[in-house]
């Protein structure tokens, strides 16, 4: 045959040198290889491939799968009889570059004590059940017209991408993730429980047990790889336990997906409007949950700030303990003595500080939009229950928090739940940051009350 390609090496090769017939290795053919597909491979498989064709081997993982490629195309040259030697090959016995095994996390296995499920909640988690109300994540209404917002916030919505987007490149190896790669084929997407941003949520299954499968519509945003990053190192009971990210061969027809466990009771924001109100040591428990999440995050080395602290952002498992979720806009405090000075998250339940126009703010704030939290927590007996300031605008919850210093109503609160409760919640959204106490002090405090009950 006329017009097909002959190479003077052989471009199907193992990650240690060139294929022999009968071995039983992982292959790499360069034929149909790409510089995604080639940096997708540990920098040490890339030094071997290149090593084995006598390549400079001190570059980056992207330079050396340059310098392969362009050893592939140097080494073709016309022929008439070596096209189907080639291709005949690729379908017995190539194999795609080698996806690296997610290790077994042994910690996850331990046994623990799961709460008791209280009185009147049904025994099917709302998210499970065939039917179960949904309630949309609440969104602060627009200012009125000719109003200017007082704050810019910064990177916190991602922006759609077109049809002409790139393919994603996403090195797995470089995030730290390698560990963290779930084969496609592992994964099983069965119903849709919930939609939101830029990502559709699903129940599915892997390893034979029921996970919470998220699937990002477009390009991941540099949030989304943020989350993962974070993610990847919480390792905490209060906090959602993040299993691994499946990234597909081609990015732009098949979405790339982040597995996590399934928090199948929904969110707080949800749980608290469909499940009647549970007793007071149940409340308290729920908030300790909360609070002690927090705490985690504010004492790791360095501390992290959640940033967007709301009912939404937390979930609720089978077992109602509550884990905080979705750290797209957490903060990496790398100094003690420094304040963050950017503005993210969602107004009804942020902190005064946030909204001056350079803010400079520490992990208080979270303790500020917690205490908007525990209130919600404690609207749960009411029928028409409320999130903070709702239906108010931006500037006029600017005005009614920043200049009047006002916040939520709480009359009635004391005689329904404890003084203590309501007296906690005061403190901790205090307008001066050093006034408001930190989430340890918190979690304390939550502690003693729950002793005396």
Same mark, same amino acid.
């Not at 993730?177 to 084969?183: G, M």
């Not at 208080?364 to 028409?384: G, R």
């Given at each position: ?26 292959? =790499? ?72 095994? &997610?290790?077994? $996390? ?27 109300? !949904? ?9 009125? !017209? ?8 910064? $990177? ?6 077109? !049809? ?21 084929? *592992? ?29 990002? +519509? ?10 993962? &990053? ?42 608290? +409007? $469909? ?9 308290? &428990? ?11 995050? !504010? ?33 990496? *405090? ?38 908007? =939290? ?7 007996? $009411? ?26 109503? &709480?009359?009635?609160? +004391? ?39």
């Amino acid at each position: 045959m006329e017009g097909v390609l002959q190479r003077s090496e052989p471009l199907l090769c193992t990650l240690t040198g060139f294929a022999e017939d009968g071995e039983d290795a992982d292959y =790499v053919d360069l034929a149909d290889a790409t510089v995604k597909s080639l940096t997708r491979l540990k920098r040490d498989d890339l030094v071997q491939l290149c090593e084995a064709r006598e390549l400079d081997t001190s570059g980056t993982k992207p330079q050396l799968a340059q310098a392969l490629l362009e050893w592939r195309d140097t080494h073709e040259e016309p022929d008439s009889s070596a096209s189907s030697r080639v291709s005949d090959q690729s379908s017995g016995s190539t194999a795609r570059p080698r996806t690296p095994k &997610t290790r077994r $996390n042994k910690a996850n296995g331990k046994g623990s004590s799961r709460h008791l499920v209280p009185n009147g909640v049904p025994d099917t988690p709302i998210l499970l059940r065939s039917q179960h109300v !949904h309630n949309q994540q609440p969104d602060t209404p627009p200012m009125s !017209h000719g109003m200017t917002p007082l704050i810019t916030v910064e $990177n916190a919505t991602p922006q759609p991408s077109g !049809h002409g987007e790139p393919e994603l490149d996403l090195d797995l190896e470089v995030l730290g993730l390698e560990e963290k790669e779930i084969p496609p084929e *592992k994964l099983t997407k069965m119903e849709k429980i919930g939609s939101g941003g830029f990502k559709d949520v699903f129940v599915g299954k892997y390893r034979g047990r029921k996970v919470a499968i998220a699937e990002i +519509r477009g390009q991941l945003s540099q949030m989304d790889i943020k989350e993962l &990053t974070l993610l990847r190192d919480f390792d905490h009971p209060n906090i959602v336990r993040f299993l691994g990210v499946s990234v597909p061969e081609n990015t732009r027809e098949t979405p790339v997906v982040i597995v996590s466990e399934l928090c199948a009771n929904g969110d707080l924001y949800d749980y608290i +409007r $469909n499940v009647p109100p549970p007793p007071l040591k149940k409340v308290v &428990t729920i908030m300790m949950d909360i609070a002690n999440g927090l705490r985690y995050l !504010h004492e790791r080395k360095p501390a992290v700030i959640h940033r967007d602290c709301k009912s939404s952002n937390i979930l609720i498992t089978t077992a109602v303990r509550a884990k905080i979720a979705d750290f797209g806009l957490a903060k990496v *405090k790398q100094s003690t003595r420094s304040m963050i000075r950017s503005v993210v998250g969602t107004v009804n339940w942020q902190a005064p500080e946030l909204w001056h126009p350079h803010p400079k703010y520490d992990y208080k704030v979270d303790v500020f939009s917690c205490a908007m =939290v525990f209130w919600e927590i404690l609207q749960w007996h $009411n029928p028409n229950k409320k999130y903070p300031w709702e239906g108010m605008n931006e500037h006029a919850i600017y005005e009614a928090v920043g200049t009047k210093r006002l916040r939520p109503a &709480t009359s009635g609160l +004391r005689k329904q739940w404890t003084p203590a409760l309501v007296d906690l919640v005061e403190r901790m959204w205090q307008h001066d940051a050093a006034d408001r106490p930190s989430m340890p002090e918190v979690h304390t405090e939550l502690h003693r009350i729950l002793a005396q009950l």
